[in-house]
């Protein structure tokens, strides 16, 4: 189990791979060089902008504060959802400040997550034989031919000494949706409700929302998969810990955390690849 508070998160600047305007609060992390390795951190934005881009690997999308657009006219407000599965295309530019909760994990095509740590250090031994502006990496070959690769792919190409290759996308887009249009239902436990907003692809990444009631135990298990929380707002105890706004829990597999509310309180709940 793994628990950190924003004062215990680790804050970090834009990597060079990508333009500035963008910084991170690290939350939770996975192990390195695993099918299950993923990365939950909330990132603030402000004139930031990327070039029409895809990953291998999948990301959720959380719109905490201000809203963020996207293209094809795509635009998350605060409150917003959005799944943003591996191998779609999409482009990225702030709508004034902003704040989301991002979650990336590896998807179905089985090639993991980068870690942080594994792409700053790419990045930073690219940037001796090469530079990178607006989101693209620039070089030379020994021949003198100049190369541009987007920013991600080259640091992923160095750090796995392979060619990147993508899996055709599930999905046309990215899907987006408001989290007040779904209805909360009961979750089994008193004074706790749940809202469940879907669950994706064959590695069955699952998005929900808790909420309790002042004085309301629940208790969470990780009995299929790794399961992470988010507190969104209130205040609960989960044995000597204190969970406010922006503290964060990992349960491996197997695991359970019973929290009890002090007042009312909510939660993202997210169910890693099974």
């Not at 034989?129 to 620039?138: M, P």
């Amino acid at each position: 189990m793994q628990i950190v508070h924003e004062h215990t998160a680790i804050a970090k600047g834009a990597s060079s791979h990508r333009p500035g305007g963008i910084r991170f609060l690290s939350l939770l992390r996975g192990e390195e060089n695993t099918l299950g390795n993923f990365h939950l951190t909330l990132v603030y934005a402000d004139g930031y902008v990327a070039p029409r881009h895809r990953h291998n690997f999948d990301q959720v999308r959380i719109v905490m504060d201000g809203a963020f657009g996207f293209d094809r006219g795509q635009v998350q407000e605060a409150g917003s959802l959005g799944y943003f599965p591996e191998g779609t295309f999409y482009t990225q530019h702030s709508e004034g400040p902003s704040t989301t909760l991002l979650l990336q994990s590896g998807g179905v095509s089985g090639n993991g997550y980068m870690s942080d740590r594994q792409l700053r250090g790419a990045v930073a031994a690219l940037e001796a034989r090469g530079s990178f502006k607006d989101g693209v990496y620039t070089w030379r070959d020994e021949q003198g031919k100049k190369h541009n690769q987007d920013g991600y792919e080259a640091a992923w190409e160095y750090v796995r000494e392979r060619s990147i290759s993508y899996t055709k996308p599930l999905y046309d887009q990215p899907v987006l949706w408001r989290a007040e249009r779904f209805a909360w239902e009961p979750a089994g436990q008193a004074g706790v409700a749940i809202r469940r907003f879907g669950e994706f692809t064959g590695k069955r990444l699952s998005i929900a929302q808790l909420r309790m009631e002042t004085g309301a135990t629940c208790t969470v298990d990780a009995d299929e998969r790794e399961t992470l929380l988010y507190c969104i707002s209130g205040q609960a105890a989960m044995g000597s810990e204190t969970l406010r706004p922006i503290s964060a829990v990992r349960l491996l597999r197997g695991e359970r955390a019973t929290l009890v509310a002090a007042v009312p309180t909510e939660f993202y709940l997210f169910g890693l690849m099974a």
